[in-house]
């Protein structure tokens, strides 16, 4: 399903935002976290998503609040290293990421917490071609959606389980253009919404009732 209220006549993607917990691998249960490798829960169809995504072209960056860093349940490193792998995983099958950025801060103590933008910055430090408004971002909860709608990027919000939603789940469920039961199931709406640019390899999103022009 989507909302196409806030969507212009015809959009070009050239880049998808991943949240990580829930989105990549399975969330642990509300006040947990991915604390060792073994905890890491790569959801199905998540690997095929991220290959389907990248043989169309685009960039896929993950962008991820680790605030388990600031309470001392696990380190950076921890999660580079739950990254590493992960890349390794994707690289067996034939596929990658193009980057990783997480905030290890607790709430109000940076800019890079979502729903702030500094994890948006530090991609486009790294890729200066990334643009909000040829953005999406795929998450599964409130600060996910509130982060791309800030930005003016398209929003995705997948639903998950919903014995272990974040507070606030419903109501960024609501405020997202697209919902979808899994990174894979969002992905085939995005790829079924792709028209032909003749310019370059990204995708033009066209959407029901608009014109493209």
Known sequence: MFNPANIPR??????????RDGVVNEKMPEGQYVTRWDDFQVLPGVIHA???????GMHV??????????LGRFSKDDVRTFHNKFQQMLEAFGTRVDGFYFCPHDRGQCNCRKPLPGLFE????????IDAHTSVIIGDSDSDIEFGRKLGMMTVFIDGDPARQKPGAEAAR?????????LLDATDTLLKMKMPDADSS???LG???KSNS
């Open 61 to 70: 960056i993950v962008v991820s609040n680790q605030r388990g860093i600031a």
């Open 50 to 56: 991220i290959d389907l995504l990248k043989r169309a």
């Open 207 to 209: 959407f029901p009732g």
């Open 10 to 19: 015809a959009f070009f993607l050239k880049t998808v935002f991943l949240d």
């Open 122 to 129: 530090q991609a486009v430090a790294d890729y200066p071609e």
């Open 202 to 204: 990204t995708m033009c």
């Open 174 to 182: 609501a405020l997202a253009d697209i919902q979808a039961k899994s």
